[in-house]
């Protein structure tokens, strides 16, 4: 399948409508037309509902959106592995949840560039469904998450346990507070906190990612539970407290990567992952 096929049923998917999409591609409204039209014809379905409100995607065009996302990422996987920059001789693709990349990844990131210099090593970010496609698809090498599923081909090594402490931006105010911000951290977390806080009512706040939970009770004050690692300086700082008596998660960290034989700098890049995990490891029985 053409590519541009894909790319505009994308455009036209997010714009909702064939003019945005053809003023984003840079091509005419009658060339989206024809090009959905063709995609139409090879899957001998139709796409999208037209009509004065736009351009609606059928059941058959949700379907295809993942396909079509699907084959974008295995071309730009593709040009970053096959175009490499002049000088490198090899590429690696490293994702993980937003709150491994901060201050955990970064370190690693950095160690592996003095490690293997001629690798270009490109950084995703995602979530658990989102990393491990990217990993049965081949588009990526190493990602680190929380809850992985086992999958054929797929290695899983468990890597650290984070410790989720509950913080606030009051210590005076009573906990629960109303700006108590409930972070998704996976089912592990959740039934935890289930069993840790029975009588709970559901939090009036909640976010699927912890730096939206942090920018919130920065902003107007609240409280939550957040890694030991990514709140400590906000506590040295004094704009975060502990709330004392309050019970510490565990929540475990995962390494998930191919089994299949890899160039050398992979086993590199996975060793110095170890390393770093073992000094997370003993720092937390250090109790730093």
Not at 146 to 170: A, I
Request: hydrophobic share 40%; charged share 20%.
């Amino acid at each position: 399948m053409d590519l541009e096929l894909a790319r505009t049923f994308l455009a036209v998917r997010d714009a909702g409508n064939f003019v945005t999409a053809a003023d984003r591609l840079h091509v005419t409204q009658s060339t989206v037309s024809t090009r959905i039209a063709t995609l139409e014809s090879i899957l001998g379905a139709r796409l999208f509902e037209r009509g004065r409100g736009g351009a609606r995607l059928t059941g058959a065009g949700h379907r295809f959106s993942r396909h079509a996302k699907m084959l974008m990422r295995t071309m730009e996987q593709a040009r970053h592995e096959v175009g490499l920059p002049a000088g490198y001789e090899g590429s690696l693709t490293l994702g993980g949840r937003i709150a491994v990349w901060e201050g955990f990844l970064p370190r690693w990131i950095h160690w592996l560039r003095e490690q293997v210099p001629r690798v270009s090593v490109r950084m995703e970010i995602g979530f658990e469904q989102d990393l491990m496609d990217s990993l049965i698809q081949g588009t990526m090498d190493i990602a680190v998450m929380y809850t992985p599923q086992n999958r054929p081909g797929l290695r899983v090594e468990h890597l650290f346990d984070e410790s989720l402490l509950l913080v606030t931006s009051d210590r005076d105010t009573p906990w629960p507070d109303a700006g108590y911000v409930y972070i998704d951290w996976g089912p592990e977390f959740h039934a935890q906190h289930r069993e840790a806080f029975p009588d709970m009512e559901q939090p009036g706040l909640v976010a699927n990612i912890g730096w939206l939970g942090i920018q919130q009770i920065l902003a107007y004050g609240g409280s939550g539970y957040f890694p030991a690692r990514i709140t400590q300086d906000l506590v040295a700082a004094g704009r975060l407290q502990g709330v004392p008596g309050s019970p510490v998660f565990r929540l475990p960290t995962y390494a998930v990567y191919h089994t299949v034989d890899a160039e050398p700098y992979f086993h590199t890049a996975l060793e110095g992952l170890r390393g770093f995990a073992r000094e997370e490891r003993e720092a937390r029985a250090q109790g730093l």
